[in-house]
């Protein structure tokens, strides 16, 4: 069976961490998360970024809609509409 421990620690200035509270002889596994790379404000920035390049972005609801709608028709025509057909 395997447990699963959280430790949220600060590794020191020579590289070290101390971990206390695991059972004798323990396998462990080390996930070091580097918070420079993980900037979730960063990220959402990026998101919105690009959420504001989409063609979307300038339509209103109901052309939205209307574009949705086309395009749901083009793909049903194109994988159904042969039964249809005489």
């Not at 790379?37 to 300038?58: C, G, N, R, T, Y």
Request: proline content about 5%.
């Amino acid at each position: 069976m395997m447990q699963t421990y959280h430790f949220d620690e600060i590794v020191s200035n020579e590289g070290v961490v101390m971990l206390s509270g695991l059972p004798p002889l323990a396998k462990v596994a080390i996930v070091v998360v580097n918070p420079e790379l993980f900037d979730l404000q960063e990220i959402i920035k990026q998101w919105v970024a690009k959420m504001k390049e989409h063609p979307f972005s300038q339509m209103s609801r109901e052309e939205i809609l209307e574009q949705l709608r086309q395009s749901r028709e083009k793909i049903y025509e194109e994988d159904y509409g042969y039964r249809h057909a005489n």
